[in-house]
């Protein structure tokens, strides 16, 4: 069975700090890997998507992932944190029996003036 | 384009309770869901409906919980009755493309729930 696991439930930068935001995944298919971020009382917005194509996926406001199969992590980084990227941040994945999407728990993102 | 609408946007409710939750998906969406999301966690699917056929409902407690999609348009999610543990947010989310691996979900801003 598919599952994400998202290393540390809280992370603090400064802003202008280096943001990195760890995700390791399992799926016995080649999976797609998604990163979502959720801003207070609202849904989730999708930052970027894997599906097997280039290995480093750019997403919006800046962000990026790299996916790496020999360690099965997705990690999502942004060169230079802003105020505005405080939110909770969702990796995801999909693949194992078609079309169930599995969200990590979470990783709430402080960013510090 | 108009997003996915949901409503209420918050409900309150004792346990034993009914509630209903109301999704209008995106217009021309194929593909709806319903999660439930408890705080700490990341949202569960609980019903994928495509057009008006449920793809996947294995998450969802079916003693207590329904949904339907008349029309293949929009959706209703109801509890009952609630439990304390039913206390949550209910995203609904749509998507274009039918039986897609790759495509792109867009969530409402989720109903939140509090049984007491």
């Known amino acids: 069975a598919q599952s994400v696991t998202q290393l540390g439930s809280h992370v603090s930068v400064s802003e202008g700090a280096l943001v990195l935001l760890r995700c390791n995944y399992s799926s016995s298919v080649p999976p797609y890997l998604f990163w979502y971020v959720q801003y207070p009382n609202q849904g989730l917005q999708l930052l970027l998507k894997y599906t097997s194509a280039a290995t480093l996926v750019k997403g919006i406001n800046g962000f990026e992932a790299e996916f790496k199969k020999s360690e099965t992590s997705f990690h999502l980084t942004k060169p230079s944190a802003h105020m505005s990227d405080a939110a909770e941040y969702f990796c995801a994945v999909r693949g194992d029996g078609g079309f169930k999407t599995i969200f990590g728990a979470g990783t709430r993102l402080f960013v510090k003036a | 384009e108009a997003g996915v609408a949901q409503s209420p946007r918050y409900k309150i409710i004792e346990k034993r309770q009914s509630v209903a939750f109301w999704c209008n998906p995106i217009?021309?969406?194929?593909?709806l869901y319903w999660y439930q999301q408890i705080l700490g966690q990341g949202p569960k699917l609980l019903i994928q409906f495509q057009n008006n056929g449920v793809v996947d409902d294995s998450q969802l407690p079916k003693d207590r919980f329904s949904a339907e999609r008349l029309k293949g348009v929009d959706s209703t999610l109801k509890i009952q009755p609630a439990k304390l543990e039913d206390s949550a947010v209910y995203l609904c989310?749509?998507?274009?493309?039918?039986?897609?691996?790759?495509?792109?979900?867009?969530f409402g801003p989720g109903t939140r729930l509090t049984v007491l």
């Open positions: 217009s021309g969406h194929a593909t």
């Open positions: 989310a749509s998507s274009l493309l039918r039986g897609s691996t790759t495509d792109t979900q867009y």
